[in-house]
């Protein structure tokens, strides 16, 4: 089989959305391919129906895919919650990238969420504060396309372990491409100084992983990573990726 084969079986089912079996067969093939590779036949394979999301902790993603795809959508979730300089790189990336940012918004502002389920929901019901305010959303902003672009990688945690190149996101029933699982933490790194990407300045103050401002903590030398997000309440994912 080939990459053409694996485009061309696609188009044929559109007319049912039934795009489980070419997932699988994408999958399979993608395996291993650079990054580059995987995001071409994401491009080629669902035109306009496909978008990338992007929190702006960088914007490597971004770079990747349009380089690829010019004018590409980059959904980010407008939280209500973001550090101001998540916010200036969202507003940098526009001016330097060629992509269209789309700024999703939940159904709530902050002040309406403190007035209807009290303030500092993200504190004492962090799931559902993260429901509301980017997995709901998120989950609208995503009806009109096939595919959507993830920056997810499998060393992030043991929740993403498993993550495959190609997957079938059952629950928002299309395709989900992860272009960048098997990278390490040493090639985003190469990436980003071999070309130039926009990061948001908090990574210079010891944020590696960068949410919500009242859900994200500065991490010590030496510890996980990811250990700054939703510290001490015994969570580790906002749920859009579960």
Known sequence: ?????????????????????????????????????????????????????????????????????????????????????????????????????????PSRTVAEQDRDLGPRLFGRNPDLCCYLRKVEPLNRALEPYLAWISGIRRDESAARKDARVVEWDAKRQMVKVNPIAAWTQEDVDNYIADNGVLINPLHYDNYPSIGCAPCTRQVAEGEDPRSGRWAGLGKVECGIHL
């Open 1 to 105: 089989m080939t990459l053409v084969d694996i485009e061309v079986g696609l188009r044929d089912q559109r007319g049912t959305l039934d795009l489980q079996d070419i997932v699988e067969s994408a999958a399979t093939f993608l395996e291993g391919a650079p990054a580059r590779e995987i995001i071409r036949w994401a491009a080629a394979t669902f035109g306009d129906r496909l978008c990338l999301t992007s929190s702006m902790s960088d914007a490597l993603l971004i770079d990747l895919v349009s380089r690829v795809k010019p004018g590409v959508d980059v959904l980010f979730i407008d939280t209500g919650y973001h550090f101001a300089e998540t916010v200036g790189t969202r507003d940098a990336v526009r001016q330097v990238y060629d992509v269209n940012v789309i700024d999703i918004k």
